[in-house]
C-alpha cells in the first residue's frame, strides 16, 4: 500500500527538471530543419494535455498554468538560447544530430501506440495509421522539390513567420523551420535570436501566441469526440516525418556514431516516457 502510494507522486523536483528538459527538446524541434516541435510535444507527452488546456483555460487555470511553466520556459531556452548550437549543429554535422531526434522519437513510440488505444481501438484505425504514414512521406518528399517564394525581413513577415511556428505547435508533423527556410527567413530568424532582437522576438511570439490560441479549442474538441482517430491521424504523421528525415549519405566513421547517437536518444527518451508512465496524474487539463 506505501508503496503504491509513493509511486503516484513523482518527486517535484525531479518532475519539474523533466517538463523542463522536454520543453527545451520542442523548442529545439520548432528551429531544426526538418523536426517538428508538434511532434516532440507528441512524442514527449506534452501536445494532447498542452492542447486541453489551451482550449479550455478556466479550468483548474492556476494548477495547469504551474504544471506547464517549465515547459515554456524550456521553450523558450531551446528557441533562443540553443538557436545558434542548433545552428551550428545541423550545419557541420547535420546527418549525426538528426539521426540523435530520430534516436529520440523512436525511444517514445511505444508510449505513443499505447496511448493511441487508450479508448480503444479499431481495424481501421491502423489502417489509417498507414494511410498517414505514407501521405507524410509523399508530402514532405514533395515539399523538398518545390521552389518557393523568397521573403524580406518584417514586421509583418515575422508574424506570418510566428504563425508558422505556432501551426507548427497544433498541426505535429508541419516543420516550421522548412518552411522559413524556403522563403529564406530562417537564417535572419536565428540570427535575430542569437542576437536578442525583440523586432524579430516580438512579432514572431505574437504570431504564434494568434495561431496557437485560435486553434486549440478546435482541436481540443476534435479529440473529444474522436480520441482514437486524432491519435492516429497524429501518430502517422510522427512516423511519416520521422522516415522522411533520415538522413541519406551518411558513410565511413559516421555510420557508427549516428548508430550511436540514435541508440542514445532512444534510451534518453525511453526513460523519460517510462518515468511519466509511472506516475499517475490527476486530469488537471478538461
Not at 492516429?232 to 516525418?241: A, K, N, R, W, Y
Request: charged share 10%; net charge positive; aromatic share 14%.
Amino acid at each position: 500500500m506505501a508503496t503504491s502510494e509513493i509511486t503516484k507522486k513523482p518527486n517535484p523536483i525531479i518532475d519539474w527538471i523533466v517538463r523542463l528538459l522536454k520543453g527545451i527538446m520542442v523548442g529545439v524541434g520548432f528551429i531544426t530543419p526538418g523536426l517538428s516541435g508538434g511532434v516532440l510535444a507528441v512524442v514527449f507527452g506534452i501536445y494532447e494535455p498542452l492542447i486541453r488546456f489551451l482550449g479550455n483555460l478556466r479550468h483548474k487555470f492556476l494548477q495547469n498554468f504551474l504544471f506547464f511553466l517549465p515547459v515554456g520556459i524550456g521553450g523558450i531556452i531551446g528557441t533562443v538560447a540553443f538557436s545558434a548550437v542548433v545552428d551550428l549543429a545541423f550545419t557541420s554535422h547535420p546527418a549525426l544530430f538528426t539521426w540523435l531526434f530520430i534516436g529520440f522519437i523512436a525511444g517514445t513510440f511505444p508510449s505513443l501506440l499505447k496511448a493511441s488505444g487508450k479508448e480503444g481501438r479499431a481495424w481501421w484505425h491502423w489502417l489509417l495509421l498507414v494511410g498517414v504514414t505514407i501521405g507524410t512521406v509523399f508530402l514532405m518528399a514533395w515539399m523538398e522539390n518545390e521552389d518557393w517564394v523568397q521573403l524580406s525581413p518584417s514586421f509583418f513577415n515575422w508574424v506570418l513567420s510566428g504563425a508558422l511556428i505556432g501551426l507548427g505547435v497544433v498541426v505535429p508533423g508541419l516543420s516550421p523551420s522548412n518552411f522559413l527556410i524556403y522563403f529564406g527567413l530562417y537564417q535572419p530568424m536565428a540570427a535575430g535570436l542569437k542576437a536578442l532582437d525583440l523586432g524579430v522576438a516580438i512579432p514572431l511570439a505574437l504570431g504564434g501566441i494568434l495561431i496557437v490560441f485560435g486553434l486549440a479549442k478546435l482541436i481540443a474538441w476534435l479529440f473529444k469526440k474522436f480520441y482514437a482517430l486524432m491519435y492516429h491521424f497524429i501518430l502517422g504523421v510522427v512516423v511519416g516525418s520521422t522516415i522522411a528525415i533520415i538522413p541519406k549519405g551518411v558513410a565511413g566513421w559516421e555510420i557508427a556514431l549516428s548508430a550511436l547517437l540514435f541508440i542514445l536518444g532512444a534510451l534518453a527518451s525511453y526513460g523519460m516516457s517510462k518515468l511519466d508512465e509511472k506516475y499517475e496524474r490527476e486530469d488537471l487539463f478538461g
